[in-house]
């Protein structure tokens, strides 16, 4: 679902920039079990600022990196630096329905992107469908308990199929075949390293 007003200038700004590259991106990191990951995508880009993380953080040859929201394409395509261009791919996909095959990427990312699906359950099936076996899905998601909160729910217009708490979304990972591998807490969101098993 795309993204109201206050969601975009939450999301569009050089404060969230610097917490993907200086928190969540060295967190994750260190919860992957490899030193690379060459061929990666992310759902949600945004602004564009995983895409570079991932490149630099994750030694990725090629990412993939895609939006529901043309518009946040042509911010993130804007905002890649100039060294990074030939490394990045921005398409246009729904994180529902992505437009790509069975066992391709080494590590799947979501910064922040899954409570914005209509159907969560969807989105991690997806995600489990195009990840290799012994890929890693790295991501970050608000729990239900944040995204109830009076104000966030004042603010913003997130689907109600994206909500979820800690418990529901480690056992639709396991359903999907994929194992926790690390997780933080930093109040209700919650960032996580996750391996898929073999079948
Ligand atoms: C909160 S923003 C996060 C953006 C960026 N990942 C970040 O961390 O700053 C959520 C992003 O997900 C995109 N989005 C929402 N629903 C989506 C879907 N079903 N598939 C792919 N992208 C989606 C929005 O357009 C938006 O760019």
Request: hydrophobic fraction near 35%; include cysteine; charged fraction near 30%.
């Amino acid at each position: 679902m795309k993204l109201n007003l206050a969601e975009r200038l939450i999301t569009n700004n050089p404060i969230r920039a610097f917490s993907q590259r200086h928190i969540e991106g060295p967190m994750l990191k260190k919860m992957g079990r490899h030193s690379k990951y060459p061929l990666c995508l992310e759902i949600g880009c945004g602004q564009g600022i995983g895409a570079e993380v991932i490149a630099e953080r994750f030694g990725s040859e090629k990412v993939i990196a895609t939006d529901i929201d043309p518009e946040q394409l042509e911010r993130a395509k804007k905002n890649i630096k100039k060294e990074l261009k030939g490394r990045i791919e921005f398409k246009v996909e729904d994180a529902m329905s992505l437009d790509e095959p069975d066992d391709k990427f080494d590590a799947v990312f979501s910064f922040g992107v899954i409570h914005h699906t209509e159907d969560w359950r969807k989105a991690v099936k997806e995600i489990s469908r195009v990840l290799k076996t012994g890929g890693e899905f790295f991501f970050e998601e608000p729990l239900r308990a944040f995204m109830d909160n009076f104000l966030v729910r004042s603010l913003t217009a997130h689907p109600e199929g994206g909500r979820f708490n800690y418990e529901e979304f480690k056992s639709e990972l396991e359903k999907n075949n994929i194992a926790i591998t690390g997780v933080k807490r930093l109040g209700n969101i919650a960032v996580f390293g996750a391996g898929k098993k073999g079948q």
